[in-house]
């Protein structure tokens, strides 16, 4: 089986500044308000038909009195969000001073319709928002990721939680929810760190070892071949000690 690609402590450090950077992104991305498009000069109308009808001191109004439900049913898509909430509004007060039960159902449709236009709205203002500022955070770091994901992933389990489909979810997840994913993999990320630096240093302290030894091999050996060649010359020296004193002793 192959090793596993290992990220150096530098590679970690990296990953884990974008996390946080990723983070902080996200927490002041949440705090600032939505930027919706501005409303059409019909939307102003729709409004005043609404609140000159607010005005009127009968206590009870008819739906065609206010407006024409159908008419505004069509219009809703095209409606700013301004103009959705400010119709859901006064669409609250008038409902409960309508007496007439159909009139009343008329309106509750609208309101209806109108409240689901308006998350609609939301939504893709959310995502739009989400696919300029933080996507592309979450790319890059995804990207990083690649080379040392399965080493990561077997050590880091919170890591499995954090992948590129937070492209496309992210932006309906609350900042409370999105800061759970990524706290557990920044302490993580730090543990990992710690670990590598300690294997990076038990494999430079073996290093170190094997480099001692192989140098000192050398030496050794040659102290080895200097003490044969002490011996040798002494072992010589004897022998032609001894070859000429024995001549000397038979031959006087």
Known sequence: MAELLKPSPEDISGIIEKFENLKTQSYNLEK??????????????IIKRLANAASRQSETLSADQLFAPSEILRKLPSLSV???ETLTELLNK??????TQDKIQELQKVQYFAKLELEKKVKEAKAKRWAHDISPLIAEIDLDLTPWRPYLLSICAALGQFDANLL???????????SRCLDPIIHDLKRIKRIREKELEADL???KQVETKQ???????????????????ELYGLTIERITKAYLDKYG
């Not at 600032?32 to 109308?45: A, H, N, Q, R, V």
């Not at 008038?94 to 007496?99: F, G, H, V």
Request: aromatic letters at 12%.
């Open 205 to 207: 302290a073996t290093t």
């Open 32 to 45: 600032t308000p939505l930027d919706f498009p501005k409303g059409e000069e019909i939307e102003s109308l």
């Open 215 to 233: 140098n000192a091999t050398p030496t050794k050996h040659w102290k080895i071949i200097a003490w044969f060649k002490g011996l040798s010359k």
């Open 94 to 99: 008038k409902i409960s001073r309508l007496k």
């Open 168 to 178: 496309y979810v992210g932006p309906f997840i609350e900042h409370a929810e999105f």
């Open 82 to 84: 301004a103009t959705l």
